[in-house]
């Protein structure tokens, strides 16, 4: 009879270590010992250790002890600690570039960010801008005595397990491999799909303390994401989890087509929603500017307010594409049955009303309305938001592996 495997008792404790810092970075208020044990199932014996274990090493603090009764011992408030690890995000899109650190109690510990026009941009020079940003970030935190658990980058494309870029067609790159990069390497980046790394900035807890304002979903809430810019990109997010797909290219819902004889997209196939809805197709629509101009702010700005003048031009394009967006929306929801929609990017400066309506509207899109509420709402973080989930994609590495960072202090 063959011997059975003994437990491997670092890797026992890492899990654990792991349950505990996920709880309380999921927890809505600090909780004490006795709470983490009761949610987590450990023995308080064990979570007594892994408390101290992470107070030692600056990841959890202690509160002031707190009585809630005439009886029994005061029971002392645990949270997450800042300044000792933070996580590294990128980002490259269709309107400039940055690099955020993000401390695992969410103070944002360095942001810098470029606004440019990034057509024909060279994947070289982004590149070594981005290392030079990340460098001297690292520099700091390393005055600070704060250690950098991961880095990732997002991206407005679709990006393969083996860190190629397959097409951003916005940005106009194709086939790149991305670890040529010098500071893809340094870093160990992981790159991700720009909607992607947004939805995961959405989810309460993910890698870092949930945010006061987190009210729109839970941490193991499901609900589908539209990022709207120049282009559309989307994911879905299946009990507090990116669902990837079988190659990592699920979600892209801005090239679900609308319209079979509609007009060309981008991508070379007819309808999109993105050839309805995206920023650059509906500034052109509406009249107010065309080839590189419509790619603006400034375009933008001007096709907004000839929106709210009444313009019949603008009017009827906004129409057409909000028309095209219930259509996507409702599709996506009868597939994967989620009932909680956050659509983002420039759609929020038409404000809450637009929202109400478009929630209104997809009653009659969706087949199970008599059974479900769907709601249409902004995401809760509307700015950069993939810069932020780069940012928690890099601390779940220190999340799934605390041991592999905090051992020397054990």
């Known amino acids: 009879m063959a011997s059975l495997r003994r437990i491997n008792q670092d890797d026992l404790r890492n899990h654990n270590l792991s349950v505990v810092i996920d709880t309380l970075l999921r927890a809505s208020s600090p909780m004490s010992r006795a709470a983490l044990a009761k949610e987590t199932g450990l023995t308080k014996a064990t979570m007594s ?177 539209l990022s709207c810019d120049i282009g559309i990109g989307g994911a879905i997010v299946r009990d507090g989890e990116v669902v990837a797909g079988s190659h990592g290219f699920a979600g892209e819902i801005g090239h679900l087509s609308v319209a079979l004889d509609g007009p060309l997209c981008r991508c070379g196939r007819k309808g999109c929603l993105e050839a309805y809805a995206g920023r650059r197709s509906l500034v052109e629509a509406s009249g107010v500017a065309s080839g590189e101009e419509a790619s603006t702010a400034q375009a933008l700005d001007r096709m907004l307010d000839a929106w709210h003048a009444g313009d019949a031009q603008t009017v009827e394009a906004v129409d057409r594409a909000v028309d095209a967006l219930t259509s996507a929306i409702g599709s996506a929801v009868n597939l994967v049955d989620v009932d909680t929609v956050l659509l983002g990017g420039w759609w929020i400066n038409f404000g809450q009303p637009f929202y109400e309506m478009l929630e209104s509207r997809l009653k009659e899109q969706v087949l199970g309305a008599s059974d479900m509420q769907v709601s249409v709402s902004m995401p809760p973080v509307a700015d950069h938001p993939a810069l932020y989930g780069a940012a928690e994609v890099g601390l779940r590495r220190f999340i799934d592996n605390p041991l592999g960072f905090i051992a020397d202090k054990a």
């Open 49 to 225: 250790l892994l408390v101290s274990l992470l107070i030692d090493a600056g990841v959890v603090k202690e509160g002031e002890p707190q009585t809630s009764s005439n009886y029994g011992r005061p029971s002392t408030p645990l949270t997450i600690g800042g300044g000792k690890v933070c996580g590294i995000g990128m980002q490259v899109n269709t309107d400039g570039y940055g690099c955020i650190a993000l401390d695992i109690n969410r103070d944002t510990l360095g942001y810098e960010w470029v606004d440019a026009d990034m057509s024909g941009a060279a994947p070289e020079v982004v590149f070594d801008k981005l290392s030079t940003m990340a460098e001297s970030m690292e520099r700091r935190l390393k005055r600070k005595g704060c250690l950098i658990a991961g880095a990732a980058c997002a991206l407005p494309g679709l990006i393969t397990s083996r860190k190629q870029l397959l097409m951003a067609r916005n940005l106009g790159w194709e086939n790149i491999d991305l670890t040529r990069f010098p500071v893809m390497q340094h870093y160990d980046v992981s790159p991700g799909n720009e909607a992607k790394m947004a939805a995961i900035a959405q989810i309460p807890g993910y890698a870092c303390a949930r945010a006061d304002f987190l009210d729109a979903v839970d941490c193991m809430d499901s609900f589908i994401y």
